[in-house]
């Protein structure tokens, strides 16, 4: 049989031999679905991460435990679908369709039950804690109650996901035995297309405008159109024909039945690019904050680049292979070391002399080159090997994606929590690299992977595999890390970040991932002073949240009242002493206490109450899931963790007027009594918000409510030499609620589903500029 041309999709059948023409669903169909598959689900991914973290946390093992379920839905399904697709090999090809546009359907039914049922998981979480400092809850046993029940919720979608490739495959190898060969790498490539269309639209248009819950409800919307379309097209009259002819034909391609053991390495090959691609990811994000920022567009960019290069790679391996059905084996030497030369070429994007040079001109031209080369040749092997080892059975095809996503679920583990904290972004990178350059150099001497026989080595040969080794070696040690630029400092490493302590005296501070998280200034100190003097009795229990270089902590110290300081980042307070000389011996007093953990997590899951919590979110005030730390729902669980009266300390910095409006009015809306003043150097904002009304006093009053010792610790930095016009430099600066609601009348109160810090791609390119205040 045989496509007549100019028509999609319509095929010489023996319904057609009869005087009848039937259409059977074009290979063009399966591109689209998969393009609309991967497109939603990159953006249920990333919405699902980031409802996961407002229930229960923005910690790096929660982040890991979402993702790992995530991936391990795609492999279950993936590999369950392979399986149901081999038993019920004889069902014509419609049958598979209205299964796989089953599958797309329980998709999109996710946009409803994901976000209830997280809801559900974190308030059976908070129920179930009994009395006492942390409600029974242990920060390891509230990780393994929160993993259940978020695995409960996503795997079963996840798995539905992972169940489309085998499902579809088995469709188009009933219905397009010229595809069938081939027919992953050509859903893979529509897949990774999509996917990165999600990236870009998700971040830069759908999230801004509509928030993350009418986001799903549109990704909903597509998921249903590829339902209805995919079921419709199972019952066109072609479709529900038998295809006995075709079957006869696979079974006598004497291709076909050439033995698959020449094609066994291709199963630890995917292992190892899932594994190391994956990987190289967190990886990146960590080597390239430093320039790009730890905002959410870089790291839509980094998903993009290495999205759209896998797409790239897999677009030329669609051109590439009917001209060379053959050379698989011969080729994986050459792309195995082109793996590993492009792993390394990061190291060049990340050299921080690049960044004052004119070599790269822009932070995409720093992610194409070092993303780019590595990305495009995981794209053009990976779904050559899927194809190679599977040869258009569905059965196999699972398997083989299932070992790639398993890889891909140990690739971001191993980095994270071994790899980066013993050896650096660095180091890891050399760590990962490694394998995959000796291996190719290993596939060229023996002549290629799957070849079974000893290369010829002749001038050409030798001469490139010196030239990978040469270029190897240039990339490592001709280039630096960011680390470089602080040869002095003190650096610590964990499965969050890594952290330079570095500067003498004042103009000390305090790096995490090559940001700029704070410095030593009298600021910190009045986040502390302020809202514990304007209590109406003295403190009794103090919070922290972000201890940053512990100023504050150090400060409510002072006052001689219990402290917790919660800290995400578990290196920063070790490095209390390098920025206060008395750091150690505070950490020692039985009134301190240093908690590891997300502050919202930290809330979730505590029962104590207390009369002060004041607030520092790590800068910039645009940084990704930093608008979990000013939104509405974040201000309704403090409240419940505040003594009657209590007092919450909100530090903001200077924003854009929407961004001060909003959180202005997410405070407004969540507490009775709101008051805001300047701070002591005349930028950014303190609020104060408690339940019951703030008396308005004068600076003397709230220097003469100060211990001694506090009093000392206000003015150790001054920019004033006595307590009273310290606190007058800020209570004489009160500004207007109101005034600062209506900065922007139409700007909605900041919320976990609107965080309108974070996203503002559109306003700032099309909207009129607002300057910041």
Same mark, same amino acid.
């Given at each position: ?72 839905? /795609? ?26 546009? =089953? ?52 795997? $079963? ?82 479709? =529900? ?49 430093? #320039? ?29 292979? $009917? ?89 971001? /583990? ?26 190719? /150099? ?11 026989? $000893? ?39 964990? #499965? ?73 980042? $578990? ?203």
């Amino acid at each position: 049989m045989k496509r007549r041309p100019g028509r999609v999709g319509v095929i010489d059948s023996p319904a057609a031999a009869h005087g009848k023409r039937s259409v059977l669903p074009g290979a063009g169909w399966y591109f689209a679905f998969f393009f609309l598959s991967g497109y939603c689900s990159l953006v249920y991914e990333v919405v699902w991460l980031r409802l996961a973290m407002a229930r229960f946390g923005v910690t790096t093992p929660l982040v890991s435990i979402v993702l790992s379920l995530f991936m391990a839905g /795609l492999a279950l399904g993936s590999w369950l679908a392979g399986r149901i697709s081999r038993v019920l090999d004889g069902r014509p090809g419609s049958y598979f369709l209205r299964l796989y546009a =089953l599958s797309e359907l329980l998709i999109g039914v996710s946009a409803l039950a994901v976000p209830r049922g997280l809801e559900w998981g974190r308030a059976l979480l908070a129920g179930a804690g009994g009395s006492g400092e942390t409600a029974d809850w242990g920060s390891t046993s509230y990780y393994i109650a929160s993993g259940f029940s978020i695995s409960l919720i996503l795997l $079963p979608f996840c798995t539905c996901m992972g169940a489309t490739f085998p499902l579809a495959m088995s469709a188009i190898r009933k219905d397009h035995d010229a595809l069938a060969e081939k027919s992953f790498s050509y859903l893979y490539l529509a897949n990774v297309l999509g996917a990165c269309a999600g990236t870009l639209t998700s971040a830069f248009v759908l999230i801004e405008v509509f928030g993350f819950r009418r986001t799903l409800d549109t990704t909903a919307a597509l998921n249903a159109l590829v339902a209805a379309a995919a079921f419709w097209l199972s019952t066109s009259p072609a479709a =529900l024909e038998p295809k006995a002819s075709r079957s006869l034909a696979r079974r006598a391609d004497p291709d076909r039945r050439q033995p698959l053991s020449a094609f066994g390495t291709a199963i630890p090959l995917l292992f190892l690019t899932g594994l190391i691609s994956l990987a190289m990811e967190v990886v990146w994000i960590r080597q390239l904050t430093p #320039y790009l920022g730890p905002v959410v567009y870089a790291f839509a960019g980094i998903l993009t680049v290495y999205l759209a290069s896998t797409a790239l790679g897999s677009t030329v391996y669609r051109r590439w292979s $009917p001209r060379k059905p053959a050379s698989g084996g011969a080729l994986a030497a050459p792309a195995l070391l082109a793996i590993g030369v492009g792993a390394l070429l990061s190291l060049l994007a990340a050299d921080p002399r690049l960044a004052r040079r004119t070599v790269i001109a822009s932070d995409a031209a720093r992610l194409i080159l070092g993303l780019a080369p590595f990305c495009g040749v995981v794209g053009f092997l990976t779904p050559l090997l899927v194809d190679r080892w599977s040869r258009g059975d569905p059965d196999r095809a699972g398997r083989a994606y299932a070992v790639n996503v398993i890889g891909c679920i140990l690739g971001p /583990l191993l980095a994270g929590f071994c790899l980066l904290p013993a050896f650096g972004e660095r180091g890891t990178l050399l760590v990962l690299a490694v394998p995959l350059v000796g291996f190719g /150099l290993l596939a060229a001497v023996r002549g290629g992977i799957t070849a079974g026989r $000893p290369a010829r080595f002749g001038l050409k040969r030798s001469s490139g595999l010196a030239g990978v080794v040469g270029l190897s070696g240039l990339l490592v040690f001709g280039t630096r890390d960011y680390e470089s630029d602080f040869p002095s400092s003190e650096i610590r490493r964990d #499965y969050t970040a890594t952290i330079i302590a570095e500067g003498e005296g004042m103009k000390k501070q305090l790096l995490v991932n090559g940001q700029g998280i704070t410095s030593l200034t009298p600021i910190t100190k009045m986040m502390a002073h302020l809202p514990m003097a304007s209590l109406a009795s003295p403190p009794r229990n103090v919070l922290v949240i972000c201890f940053g270089m512990g100023t504050s902590f150090r400060s409510a110290l002072s006052w001689g009242t219990p402290t917790t300081a919660v800290e995400l980042v $578990p290196s920063v307070p070790s490095l209390f002493g390098f920025f206060h000389a008395d750091g150690p011996l505070l950490l020692r007093s039985p009134e301190a206490r240093v908690v590891i953990d997300d502050g919202r997590r930290f809330l979730e899951r505590t029962r104590a109450r207390y009369d002060v919590i004041t607030i520092d979110p790590p800068p910039p005030v645009e940084a990704a899931a930093s608008g979990l730390l000013y939104s509405r729902d974040f201000y309704s669980v403090i409240r419940t963790r505040m003594t009657p009266g209590g007092i919450l300390q909100q530090w903001l910095p200077s924003g854009e007027r929407i961004v001060v409006s909003a959180v202005a009015r997410a405070l407004s809306d969540s507490f009775p009594s709101v008051r805001v003043f300047r701070s002591v150097e005349g930028w950014g904002f303190h609020f104060l918000a408690s339940d019951r009304t703030i008396p308005s006093l004068p600076a003397s009053a709230l220097a003469a409510r100060l211990p001694a010792r506090a009093a000392a610790d206000l003015l150790e930095w001054g920019p004033h030499d006595n307590p009273e016009a310290q606190f007058q430099a800020v209570v004489g600066s009160e500004l207007s609620l109101a005034d600062l609601i209506a900065l922007d009348p139409e700007a909605p109160a900041l919320q976990d589903d609107r965080p309108v810090n974070e996203y503002y791609f559109l306003r700032r390119t099309f909207a009129r500029s607002q300057p910041p205040r």
